[in-house]
């Protein structure tokens, strides 16, 4: 039951279609909230307790299963969400300033985010065939940190280039 809890997100990884999307779009407030009670410091926390939480959670879920990944299982998506988010947290908390300003880069986050978590590139893809509870975190880890890194490119280019 809290295994179930826990893996689905309260019920959100049930919601169809793409339970992956919903996952991540759950994150989005819940990642905002995390920032304006702690700041960053408080959202890397988070993404720590609920990859631990969601790593056991996995396990459970699929422990004697030939689906080593099933789709109602979105834990990941919302850990891989906030790593996509961190840089826009992290700046916002340095700077002391809001970090819904930044609402270009929350989109961008979410888009990159998905993308990389159903495309699979490379690393991602390489986490996503491990047939274990870690692989089905870890691909979103990635794919979260990939995300991460666009949205610091994208940054650098609008701020950087287009000086906007």
Do not use: K
Not at 90 to 118: K, Q, S
Not at 133 to 147: E, K, N, P, Q, R
Request: hydrophobic content about 60%; charged content about 10%; aromatic content about 12%.
């Amino acid at each position: 039951m809290i295994a179930r809890m826990i893996g689905t997100v309260c019920g959100v990884g049930y919601l169809r279609p793409a339970p992956g999307t919903w996952g991540s779009l759950v994150a989005l407030p819940l990642a905002w909230a995390l920032h304006i009670l702690g700041g960053f410091p408080l959202l890397v926390l988070a993404a720590l307790a609920v990859f631990a939480g969601g790593w056991w959670a996995t396990a459970q879920m699929t422990a004697g299963q030939s689906d080593h990944d099933p789709s109602e299982i979105v834990a990941d998506e919302v850990v891989g969400q906030w790593i996509a988010l961190a840089p826009l947290s992290y700046a916002a908390w340095d700077r002391g300033i809001e970090v819904l300003v930044m609402w270009p880069g929350w989109i961008a986050a979410f888009a990159l985010f998905r993308l990389f978590d159903i495309w699979n590139p490379w690393l991602v893809g390489q986490a996503d065939a491990r047939v274990d509870a870690l692989g089905v975190m870890l691909d979103d880890v990635i794919a979260g940190v990939f995300a991460a890194l666009g949205v610091l490119v994208l940054a650098g280019f609008a701020h950087g280039v287009l000086r906007v």
